[in-house]
């Protein structure tokens, strides 16, 4: 597995070059936002630890270049600002997951290895499903070019069959991808906002598949 790592760091970034490597990992190091996107365009890689704040181009556009560019090379993001809004403008500019400085090696790892796992499946900025349309990033949604208003709750159960379109997934799958996983939810909880979905999109959209789970309708 070939792994690049941007960060402008110095002792950091030879910790994780030495640690990584030490792990099995073939590792690239770049100090610089334009060096370490110029990498990523070139090289072969699995994944890559990007440091947000870089000289010369931030981790946030780095990784909003690559995107828009249709490459979908895993990205984990590394930086000290800890707030949910920082956390957020990461995760909303395309990267995997983020993780805040100080951070344990062990998650770390953890973390690289479930990216890994998952791969480089493509996640274009935009989802659509016929006249459906998802921007994650503003958290908009629409509906033959009208925009529909969801609560949170609505929105990111219709951002988790959007991205399995076509698919019939189960009560339980969408609990556990929707629904905190620390507290206790009832299945039919699922039942009651994908009626909630359907007042909203129209009952067309959402197909149940008797003892199987919903599937969202593409055409």
Known sequence: MRLLVVEDEARLAAALHRGLQAEGFVVDVATTGPAGLDAARHGDYDAMVLDVMLPGLSGYEVVRRLRAERR?????????KDG?????????????????????????????????????PERPAVLAVGDLRLDPARRRVTRDGVEVALTGREY?????????????????????HVWDANIETAPNA????VGYLRRK????????VRGAGYRLVTA
Do not use: H, N
């Open 156 to 176: 990111a159960l219709l951002d988790y069959l959007m991205r399995r379109p076509g698919t019939v997934v189960s009560k339980i799958e969408i609990l556990d």
């Open 201 to 208: 999109l129209g009952r067309d959209r959402l197909e149940t």
């Open 84 to 120: 949910e809004y920082d956390q957020a403008d990461g995760l909303d500019c395309g990267a995997d997951d983020y993780l805040t400085k100080p951070f344990s090696y062990v998650v770390l790892l953890a973390r690289l290895r479930a990216l890994l796992r998952r791969g480089a």
């Open 190 to 193: 699922v039942e009651v906002y």
């Open 72 to 80: 979908w090379l895993p990205v984990l993001m590394l930086s000290a």
